[in-house]
T-cell receptor, first 113, second 115 residues
Framework: DQQVKQNSPSLSVQEGRISILNCDYTNSMFDYFLWYKKYPAEGPTFLISISSIKDKNEDGRFTVFLNKSAKHLSLHIVPSQPGDSAVYFCAAIISNSGYALNFGKGTSLLVTP | GAVVSQHPSWVICKSGTSVKIECRSLDFQATTMFWYRQFPKQSLMLMATSNEGSKATYEQGVEKDKFLINHASLTLSTLTVTSAHPEDSSFYIC???????????FGPGTRLTVL
């Protein structure tokens, strides 16, 4: 049962524009959310996270928004760069339940020049 | 900071042999380490959670006698794939969690090919 869903398997954006990657979850017990970036044949790289007590967290070009009532979060990358092309995974944690990450299936982002 | 290494990065073995993969947290102590498996074009599947000094907790459907996990120190966890078969061929990734934070930091992964 997929509790974290990334319904867009792929996204293509022009360099300089905004990339918006979406993630939905079903388990209301999730209270911490993370975004990871992954290149082929490499391990995921941590990008940014957000606690459920916040609705926005920003780090440079990356901003994560959390809408708890809609059980939805999104990652905004602005401006997008060709080096951002990768697979982005959304993950969620129940913080008092072993810290195991529940991953979405990922969205493949392609930033074109 | 928060660097995790894995060794080897790629291993090819014959069916029936055992393979050991090491996961090390290089600049922090990790009370908890995780082992994942990724099939082509799919998400990461959690195999097991290991806590230093105790037995690993395996996810449903993961054979604990086939995938032996040892977390003998705060910076090292090992995954041994015993009597490997071609269907065990996959990309295995470990992660480590520093104390007091939720974030897991991932190793670069190990590509296992069983002939």
């Amino acid at each position: 049962d997929q509790q974290v869903k990334q319904n867009s398997p792929s996204l293509s954006v022009q360099e300089g524009r905004i990339s918006i990657l979406n993630c939905d979850y079903t388990n209301s017990m999730f209270d911490y959310f993370l975004w990871y970036k992954k290149y082929p044949a490499e391990g995921p790289t941590f990008l940014i996270s957000i606690s459920s007590i916040k609705d926005k967290n920003e780090d440079g070009r990356f901003t994560v928004f959390l809408n708890k009532s809609a059980k939805h979060l999104s990652l905004h990358i602005v401006p997008s760069q060709p080096g951002d092309s990768a697979v982005y995974f959304c993950a969620a944690i129940i913080s008092n339940s072993g810290y195991a990450l529940n991953f979405g299936k990922g969205t493949s982002l392609l930033v074109t020049p | 900071g928060a660097v995790v290494s894995q060794h080897p990065s790629w291993v090819i073995c014959k069916s029936g042999t055992s393979v050991k993969i090491e996961c090390r947290s290089l600049d922090f102590q990790a009370t908890t380490m995780f082992w994942y498996r990724q099939f082509p074009k799919q998400s990461l599947m959690l195999m097991a959670t290991s806590n230093e000094g105790s037995k690993a907790t395996y996810e449903q459907g993961v054979e604990k006698d086939k995938f032996l996990i040892n977390h003998a120190s705060l910076t090292l966890s090992t995954l041994t794939v015993t009597s490997a078969h071609p269907e065990d061929s996959s990309f295995y990734i470990c992660s480590a969690r520093p104390p007091t934070v939720f974030t897991q930091y991932f190793g670069p992964g190990t590509r296992l090919t069983v002939l």
